[in-house]
C-alpha cells in the first residue's frame, strides 16, 4: 500500500509524488524482470547493458604499454588521462545527486516538521526532491558529454595508432633488440662475478684454517654449492644443477622474451610461418612447397627404420610435389 503524499507537496503545479512514486516501483519492477533465471543478477536492461558494453569498449582502446615511447601516443594519453579523471568526477557528482533524491523526501518531512513546530513562522518549506531531481538531470547529462568527449578522443588515439604502426612496430622492434643485448651482456658477465666471488670465499676459508687444509664444502660449480634447501625452494626441484645450466637457461629465457610469440601474436607481427597442414585447414594450391618437401624428406628418413614402409609411402603421398 503506498502512502499518501503530503498536503504540503500536493500542488497542481508540481508532479503528483504519488503518480511518481508507483511509476518509479513499476519501473523497478520491470526491471527486476528482466534479469535472466539461472544467471544470478546479470542485467540484460539494454540501457544499462549498453553502458558496460561502452564501458569495456573504453577500456579495451585506452589500453597501453607500460613503457610510453611515442611522443605522440604519449599526447593523445594525456588528453584521454585528462578526461576519464573528469569522467569520474562527473560520475561521482552524479551518484551524490541520486543519493540526495533519495534522501529528499525524508529530509524534508523533518524540515516541515520543524516548521509545524514552530509554530508554522514564516514560508512553509518548499520540498527539494524536485531541485535534487534537477541536479541529477543536469549531473547525467554531464556524464554523457564527457563520455561522448572521451570516446572521439580515443577515436583519435585508434586512428593514429592505425596510422603510424608499421614504425611504432620498427622502434618497439629496436626497442627489443636493445633490452635483450643488454640482458645478454649482463648474463655473460655472471660467471666472471660468481668465480670473484668464490675466490674471496676461498681466501676466507684459508685465513680461517692456515695452516691446517680447508676441509671443503659443497660443489662449487653448482648451483648454490649443491645445497638442496636453496635450489628446492627457488626451482621446486631436489636435483644438482651447475651453475653453467643456470646462465643457459637465462640466455634461453632472454631469447624466448625476443621471440616467442603465439601463433596469433606472430600473425599480427607479420613473423608468423607459412601455413601447414599441421596448423591450418588448407587447399593443397595454399601449401607452402619447401613444407611439403621437407615432409616427404621425413618421410623418407622414417621409412628406412619402419617396420611398415609401403604404409608410410601412402602417406607422404600428399607430400609430393606437383608435376
Known amino acids: 500500500m503506498t502512502r499518501p503524499a503530503p498536503y504540503w507537496a500536493e500542488e497542481d503545479a508540481k508532479p503528483d509524488l504519488v503518480a511518481k512514486a508507483s511509476a518509479k516501483m513499476a519501473t523497478d519492477v520491470a526491471r527486476e524482470r528482466l534479469h535472466v533465471r539461472g544467471v544470478g543478477h546479470l542485467p540484460v536492461d539494454q540501457a544499462l547493458a549498453g553502458w558496460e558494453l561502452a564501458s569495456e569498449e573504453r ?17 593523445l594519453d594525456g588528453e584521454i588521462d585528462r578526461l576519464t579523471a573528469k569522467l569520474g568526477e562527473a560520475m561521482a557528482r552524479l551518484q551524490e545527486a541520486e543519493q540526495a533524491i533519495q534522501a529528499a523526501p525524508k529530509q524534508d518531512a523533518r524540515t516541515l516538521a520543524d516548521w509545524l513546530a514552530k509554530g508554522e513562522k514564516g514560508l512553509r518549506p518548499e520540498a527539494t526532491i524536485y531541485e535534487r531531481e534537477r541536479e541529477r538531470d543536469a549531473g547525467r547529462l554531464l556524464v554523457e558529454a ?14 593514429h595508432v592505425e596510422k603510424h604502426r608499421d614504425r611504432m612496430l620498427r622502434d618497439a622492434r ?6 635483450r643485448a643488454e640482458l645478454a651482456t649482463k648474463v655473460a658477465e655472471l660467471p666472471a662475478l660468481r ?12 685465513a680461517a684454517s692456515y695452516p691446517d687444509p680447508d676441509a671443503g664444502f659443497g660443489f662449487p660449480s653448482a648451483l648454490a654449492l649443491g645445497l638442496r634447501a636453496p ?7 631436489p636435483a644438482r644443477i651447475d651453475y653453467r645450466q643456470v646462465v643457459a637457461a637465462l640466455g634461453r629465457d632472454a631469447d624466448a622474451l625476443a621471440e616467442a610469440f603465439s601463433m596469433e601474436q606472430a600473425e599480427r ?3 608468423a610461418p607459412g601455413k601447414t597442414l599441421l596448423t591450418h585447414a588448407l587447399w593443397d594450391f595454399e601449401v607452402d612447397p619447401a613444407w611439403k ?9 622414417v621409412a628406412a627404420y619402419s617396420t611398415n614402409p609401403q604404409r608410410v609411402a601412402q602417406e ?3 607430400f609430393r610435389p606437383d608435376p
Do not use: H, I
Request: charged content about 40%; overall charge neutral; glycine content about 6%.
Open 231 to 237: 635450489v628446492e625452494e627457488t626451482l621446486q626441484t
Open 293 to 301: 618437401r621437407s615432409q616427404l624428406e621425413r618421410a623418407r628418413e
Open 269 to 271: 607481427l607479420g613473423t
Open 174 to 179: 629496436e626497442d627489443v633488440g636493445a633490452a
Open 59 to 75: 577500456a579495451r582502446l585506452g589500453s597501453r604499454p607500460t613503457t610510453r615511447r611515442w611522443r605522440g601516443l604519449d599526447k
Open 316 to 318: 607422404a603421398a600428399d
Open 146 to 159: 564527457v563520455q561522448l568527449e572521451l570516446d572521439q578522443a580515443l577515436k583519435r588515439r585508434l586512428e
Open 195 to 206: 668465480e670473484r666471488l668464490l675466490e674471496a670465499r676461498e681466501a676466507l676459508l684459508w
